[in-house]
């Protein structure tokens, strides 16, 4: 099930709270409280396709602690069943190994009140936002060479799913736009990876913009 669309106004964004620390859910349930609707806390291990339909969130504010890459799958599968996920990170060094979740938002934990709230209301639009100290983990190679960009060109079909990740829409939204199934989505997004050399979704909009693919 995919997170509604905001349309009842920014005060009102629905944010769930997520992290294996208690104490650390709860201080940021306090400073969220103010300037949105928390709809609840839960640890990682408690999350499930069921309480997310309960909680209806708009987005989801992710503290991954001190262990982050033990949560990269889940982060990958919530990600992909629509609910955008701004994910708060303990140290910049991190970001690389959350990359292939393709959650659209990441932050620091230090990161003040103020940028967490424009974050989280960004996301839920559909926009990405990486705290500026990450993108030199996100972006530079993992190695001394690159992996090139294939010189295959995309396919039209190709290009229209493209285009939808760029747009932040989930693979089922993607299916539902262009009238193909879901599993036809992921083969598509699989075959764009590859042929743009990318780990993640959030990468190949990046580098397809830079190679003029796709205008935002």
């Given at each position: 099930?995919?997170?509604?669309?905001?349309?009842?106004g920014?005060?009102?964004l629905?944010v769930l709270?997520?992290?294996?620390?208690?104490?650390?859910?709860?201080?940021?349930?306090?400073?969220?409280?103010?300037?949105v609707?928390?709809?609840?806390?839960t640890?990682?291990?408690?999350?499930s396709a069921?309480?997310?339909?309960?909680?209806?969130?708009?987005?989801?504010?992710?503290?991954?602690?001190?262990?982050p890459?033990?949560?990269?799958?889940?982060?990958?599968?919530?990600?992909?069943a629509?609910?955008?996920?701004?994910?708060?990170l303990s140290?910049?060094?991190?970001?690389?190994?959350?990359?292939?979740?393709?959650?659209?938002?990441?932050?620091?934990?230090?990161?003040?009140?103020?940028?967490?709230v424009?974050?989280?209301?960004?996301?839920?639009?559909?926009?990405?936002?990486?705290?500026?100290?990450?993108?030199?983990?996100?972006?530079?190679?993992?190695?001394?060479?690159?992996?090139?960009?294939?010189?295959?060109?995309?396919?039209?079909?190709?290009?229209?799913?493209?285009?939808?990740?760029?747009?932040g829409?989930?693979n089922?939204?993607?299916?539902?736009?262009?009238?193909?199934?879901?599993?036809?989505?992921?083969?598509?997004?699989?075959?764009?990876?590859?042929?743009?050399?990318?780990?993640?979704?959030?990468?190949?909009?990046?580098?397809?913009?830079?190679?003029?693919?796709?205008?935002?």
């Open positions: 099930m995919a997170a509604r669309s905001v349309s009842n920014v005060d009102l629905r709270i997520c992290g294996p620390d208690l104490l650390a859910r709860v201080g940021l349930a306090t400073l969220m409280a103010a300037a609707t928390v709809v609840g806390q640890s990682p291990a408690d999350l069921e309480s997310l339909a309960a909680f209806q969130p708009d987005v989801i504010l992710w503290d991954l602690g001190w262990e890459q033990a949560q990269v799958a889940q982060l990958t599968d919530v990600s992909e629509g609910y955008p996920i701004v994910a708060l140290n910049p060094e991190a970001a690389r190994g959350i990359k292939p979740s393709g959650v659209p938002g990441m932050l620091l934990r230090t990161s003040d009140n103020a940028v967490l424009v974050a989280l209301r960004a996301v839920a639009c559909g926009l990405t936002v990486f705290d500026p100290m990450l993108t030199a983990f996100l972006f530079a190679p993992s190695s001394s060479s690159e992996e090139p960009y294939s010189s295959e060109p995309l396919t039209p079909r190709e290009q229209e799913v493209l285009q939808s990740m760029a747009q829409l989930s089922k939204l993607i299916a539902r736009h262009l009238n193909i199934s879901e599993h036809t989505v992921k083969f598509h997004v699989n075959a764009i990876l590859g042929k743009l050399g990318a780990q993640s979704r959030t990468e190949a909009v990046v580098r397809a913009t830079r190679a003029g693919l796709i205008f935002l």
